[in-house]
């Protein structure tokens, strides 16, 4: 299963957890990315949402899930289009390697500096 998760209680900035409508950054990334894949007619990376993933001073925080292969804690993200689009466009790498690990020449630059964890799979049995 893969999804990307997205921390709905990031700040928007150092200074402002919300923007003028009361919608957290974190919110909004998610939204970034819904409507980047909606615009892509893409039906195969899962949305997900959860509070405080407890990487507070890095906002924005999303986690790139894999249940099969390395999953990424990563952050440092605002809520705008090229944000998301990097962030797809790493996870798709990720997708297409074996276990999780896309070399880092194959970074896309918005991705540079965002990474924060890597986790293993989950242990079978
Ligand atoms: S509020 Fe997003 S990681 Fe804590």
């Excluded at 990563?74 to 705008?80: A, E, I, K, L, S």
């Amino acid at each position: 299963m893969r999804s990307i998760v997205f921390c709905t209680t990031c700040r928007l900035s150092k200074d402002e957890k919300c923007n003028a409508q009361g919608v957290t950054g974190g919110e909004l990334l998610a939204r970034e990315m819904e409507a980047l894949l909606a615009d892509n007619g893409r039906s195969d990376i899962k949305v997900e949402r959860h509070e405080c993933l407890w990487s507070c001073k890095e906002h924005c925080n999303v986690l790139l899930r894999d249940t099969e292969k390395f999953s990424y804690l990563t952050g440092r993200f605002v809520p705008q289009r090229d944000n998301v689009e990097a962030i797809l466009e790493w996870f798709d790498l990720h997708g297409q390697s074996e276990e999780g690990a896309v070399g880092f020449r194959q970074w896309p630059d918005g991705m540079r500096g965002h990474f924060i964890a890597r986790i293993p799979p989950q242990i079978e049995g």
